[in-house]
């Protein structure tokens, strides 16, 4: 089982990065998949999940109708549409899978987590 994330970088505030998670070595159709970020200093905090088959997506409050996570299930891969950046965006980015049918941002729920990408905005 892998989950490789990438897309992450420097962008100004205000600017737009997607970033992708490719798995491998499972069933895809069968977990849903949430994307987490950490910052220095502070918890793993839960960003966006997207379920299986037609379960449909969430999102935390703080990035509601800025961020959009997507699938594609031919291509193993899931996405975040990150528009709008603010500095307190800043944060290394992990995608996680799950076999929960419902969205949970306790990171217990997760079995299986890529190494991070690095997202940072700044001026």
């Known amino acids: 089982v892998a989950l490789v994330e990438s897309g992450g970088g420097l962008v100004q505030p205000g600017g737009s990065l997607r970033l992708s998670c490719v798995v491998s070595g499972f069933t895809f159709d069968d977990y849903g998949i949430g994307w987490f970020r950490q910052a220095p200093g502070k918890e793993r905090q839960g960003v966006s999940w997207?379920?299986?088959?037609?379960?449909?997506?969430y999102y935390t409050e703080s990035v509601k109708g800025r961020f959009t996570i997507s699938r594609d299930n031919a291509k193993n891969t899931v996405y975040l549409q990150m528009n709008i950046l603010k500095p307190e965006d800043t944060a290394v980015y992990y995608c996680?899978?799950?076999?929960?049918?419902?969205?949970?941002?306790?990171?217990?729920?997760?079995?299986?987590w890529g190494q991070g990408t690095q997202v940072t905005v700044s001026s």
């Open positions: 997207i379920g299986r088959g037609e379960m449909g997506t």
């Open positions: 996680a899978r799950t076999s929960r049918w419902w969205y949970s941002w306790d990171p217990s729920n997760y079995d299986f």
